[in-house]
């Protein structure tokens, strides 16, 4: 192979063999190409310089521990999907087999679930805000039973209340005024709202709030 | 290096006898060698015997690269301890990530790509933690170069210093097939790039590395 002093680089970048061989066929009939030659080569000599064979017998023992370590930790915190990693080298048709053997079973669960299922609790096991049309009938019914009772009581008490001869007494008639006025102003909501559970329970508490006062009224009684 | 002559070219300050079975000068002599991949069934057995957790694959595997691992991670980060750090790093990211690996390098080469990156991860963190230290260089890691009197320092220091002011490709690709013996097939793996690109770096490596070598001598032949 003829070599030129110009393929040097393109040979010292890329050569083959042969054209190794044949830049040293040229280097010995050229000066300049036999020092570039010889350069090229020292370095590579030079390199050998950096190997450093150099025993460190306390590496191995150092790594072996840190592995180990980590293989602990790594079993401890193993993710439960990597533990079933040896499905990956199973032949595929038994990865087919337990896929289609989990999707079955996934599938007789479900219809399992499905066909026990308890049914949904009635609206009279939970607490419903909204009362039904027949329940609103019987509240409206009682409600109307403990107001005739408590205009019974009330009745009894008028004398005292409308003739006040003490400021406690006094405070009373205050009070059942304000009492009469909530209870009224709830019954008109409760009026417009038949249905709503809340409104109802505060005007129970406002019943009983009026039947305690004229308890009382009538037991301080000369 | 018995033969190191203080007053010759540096080029001269060489043994003219290579290591046994190191020596190393055309690229095409091991690329003619066997598998180039290095993908033997050797290789792929320890490979299945690390991802099953064998420690006693990983000390195969430090028997047969370990001081290969160790010596190019000196020459990556200057220090013995450092290199000692990076190599069981290393080590560790194998087999946290050996799960991952799919064979289409060999695993050794696979093992060395991680150790690269792990070298260069240090080199860049240990480079943070020294920069607010005035007047650093990125060369300075290299121990200081002893001169004698009105001489040349030895030659290892002086290559060593030369390869620090080389960029870190370079650096890595000449110290892995100049010093560690991988082919460019291997290293082209490892730096993830073309096998071209891989022997080019290698020429502007070595070209850089002449012109650093040789600037002491002209610059004192001038000032002589």
Known sequence: ?222 | MGSVGLTLPWEHRISPVAREGTFRVQPAEREAQGNPAGRTPEDAALAAACRAGDLHAYERLYRLQGARMRNLARNLLGTHSDAEDAVQETFLKVQRSISTFRGQSSFVTWTFRILVNTCHDLRRSRTRRKEFVPDEREDAAMPAEPRAPGGHPSLKLALERAIATLTQQQRSVFLLYEVEGFHHAEIAAMLEITETASKNTLFQAKKNLRQTLEAPRSSQAGGA
Not at chain 1, 47 to 72: K, M
Not at chain 1, 113 to 141: F, I, M, Q, W
């Open chain 1, 1 to 222: 192979m003829q070599i030129k002093c110009e393929d040097r680089e393109r040979i010292f970048r890329d050569g083959s063999a042969e054209q190794w061989a044949g830049l040293e066929l040229h280097a010995a009939s050229c000066l300049a190409c036999a020092k570039e030659l010889q350069a090229w080569k020292s370095l590579s000599v030079a390199a050998q310089e950096l190997r450093d064979d150099q025993e460190s017998p306390a590496l191995w023992p150092r790594i072996e521990s840190a592995l180990a370590q980590q293989a602990q930790q790594s079993a401890l915190h193993k993710p439960w999907l990597e533990r079933l990693s040896f499905w990956r080298s199973a032949p595929s048709v038994w990865q087919t087999a337990l896929a289609g053997a989990l999707v079955l079973l996934l599938a007789l669960t479900a219809g399992y679930l499905y066909v026990h299922r308890h049914p949904a609790p009635g609206p009279t096991e939970t607490y419903n805000p909204l009362l039904r049309d027949s329940k609103v009938a019987e509240v409206e019914r009682a409600e109307r039973d403990y107001m005739q009772a408590i205009d019974k009581l009330a009745a009894e008490a008028k004398p005292q209340i409308d003739t006040p001869d003490s400021p406690l007494m006094a405070n009373y008639r205050e009070k059942l005024v304000m009492l009469d006025g909530a209870i009224d102003e709830l019954r008109m909501h409760a009026g417009q709202n038949p249905s709503n559970a809340h409104l109802r329970y505060q005007l129970l508490s406002m019943y009983q709030e009026k039947q305690a006062t004229l308890q009382e009224v009538l037991e301080t009684k000369p």
